[in-house]
């Protein structure tokens, strides 16, 4: 089994900053690609931003230039930094993993619980 477990979300008033972690544990054989996606209420899911295990990175149109997203390989875990939050912003940041697991290294994909993020006007 394999846990993402999500930290960092919050209430922030717009113009402010974030971090957000997200650790992954458990049977992993290697990580691939990590990401962040968001989901407001009465939206779809979207893409923030994601990172490759050689640290390539995509980001949305929307947050290019103010959200960071950074990986520790050695402690699979992701972060995004996010400046200059805007109110259109909020939502609950779901942490994402596309890994291999167990001593077979099966490819999988995971998702973790999320953590809400509020920006106030």
């Known amino acids: 089994q394999v846990q993402l477990v999500e930290s960092g979300g919050g209430l922030v008033q717009a113009g402010g900053s974030l971090k957000l972690s997200c650790a992954a544990s458990?049977?992993?054989?290697?990580?691939?690609?990590m990401g962040w996606y968001r989901q407001a209420p009465g939206k779809q899911r979207e893409l923030v931003a994601t990172?490759?295990?050689?640290?390539?990175?995509n980001y949305a149109d929307s947050v290019k230039g103010r959200f960071t997203i950074s990986r520790d390989g050695a402690e699979n875990t992701v972060y995004l930094q996010m400046n200059s939050l805007k109110p259109e912003d909020t939502a609950v940041y779901h942490c994402n993993a596309d890994l291999r697991v167990g001593f077979m290294g099966v490819r999988t994909n995971y998702w973790g619980q999320g953590t809400q993020v509020t920006v106030s006007s």
């Open positions: 458990g049977s992993i054989f290697s990580i691939n690609t």
């Open positions: 990172i490759t295990s050689g640290g390539s990175t």
